[in-house]
């Protein structure tokens, strides 16, 4: 059923790195409250397609970005960001929306966007659509927009899995993204990767059979915009109390997929220790200059959970804080 678990893990560490720029480009004001993902996601509207990726970027109150990043003559306010991504045979589909607070700041930054070959966009009202690819999937989603479209999130799997992620206390969901994986999918990631991480992206998907992956960017404090490009350009963003949390939910029921995940894990020597009444195992991740974290695994049932951040502390709270 599964390939060596050392064939995984790169994959993981990879995925959950480098979901944070995208994801942390909606802030926080310090006034802000966390928000309750799962309900947030099934109250939202998406185009009447099927998506096989969302990311849903919103954190209860407004967002100030300031001019400066925009090039704009004032800060604009921004309220949410959606994402929404088809993969289909050897096509694929990016599109999206940025929903600020009034019309003008929309207005100022959609008469900035330059004309992009392969990239289309459209302003409604506070809202700025956007759609990159070209292909029947690309003009499916361009109708949909045009048309206004549009239909509640319901994929009842996906709330189902993101209803169990951790949204409060110290562990304030920033942004979850919710994958739905095909081979369609992995061919394409396959195309744009090493040979060694093609093949590990294939084996994951072989061997450990997901059906939705979800992804989070957590915080225990307001995420500040210019902080966190600061710290990224300083090599320092893992110095916060910031992290990703990952869940991969198998097809394979529990009593099947956790003996043999675990036992595999063991089987590779990882040091291992009981977080709360979780048995973890820690992996160190090499950043390179000097720079490693820790990415924490636990498996539970048909789930694999997996933590990353530069505090060991931190990525315990994520893990410590998912309903079981």
């Known amino acids: 059923m599964f390939r060596k678990i050392s064939a995984l893990l790169p994959a993981i560490s990879l995925a959950l790195m480098l979901s944070i720029m995208p994801l ?29 990726l969302y990311v849903y970027v919103n954190q209860g109150t407004p967002t100030k970005v300031s001019r400066s990043l925009l090039r704009t003559p004032n800060d604009i306010t921004v309220e949410s960001l959606a994402v929404w991504g088809i993969v289909k045979d050897d096509q694929y589909s990016l599109s999206g929306a940025l929903t600020f607070a009034a019309a003008s700041d929309a207005s100022s930054v959609s008469s900035r966007i330059p004309q992009q070959p392969g990239i289309w966009t459209k302003q409604s009202d506070r809202i700025i659509y956007f759609v990159q690819g070209n292909g ?29 992620m ?3 206390g110290t562990t304030k969901p920033a942004a979850i993204a919710v994958i739905k994986p095909n081979q369609a999918m992995v061919n394409l990631v396959k195309k744009y990767t090493s040979e060694n991480t093609a093949a590990t992206v294939q084996n994951i998907f072989d061997g450990a059979k997901p059906q939705v992956i979800v992804l989070g960017l957590y915080a225990s404090e307001p995420i500040d915009i210019a902080d966190v490009m600061q710290r990224a350009e300083n090599n320092t963003i893992w110095d916060a109390n910031l992290g990703v949390l990952g869940s991969i939910n198998s097809i394979y029921p529990g009593v099947v997929f956790s003996p043999i995940a ?10 291992k220790e009981l977080v709360g009444n979780l048995t973890v195992y820690k ?33 315990q709270a994520m893990l410590t804080g998912i309903k079981r």
């Open 262 to 271: 675990a036992k595999l894990l063991d089987g590779q020597n990882f040091p």
């Open 24 to 52: 942390a480009c909606a802030g926080r004001e310090q006034t802000g409250q966390p928000v309750n993902i799962a309900t947030a996601l099934s109250a939202t509207m998406v185009p009447n397609v099927d998506l096989d």
């Open 166 to 168: 951790p949204a409060g």
């Open 136 to 164: 029947t999937e690309s003009d499916t989603v361009k109708n949909a927009i045009s048309n206004n479209n549009f239909k509640l999130f319901n994929d009842s799997k996906a709330l189902a899995e993101v209803a169990i």
């Open 283 to 315: 992996i160190t991740v090499n950043l390179g200059k000097g720079k490693t974290i820790t990415l924490l695994l636990n498996v539970d049932g048909n789930h694999v959970f997996a933590a990353i951040s530069g505090k060991e502390s931190y990525a």
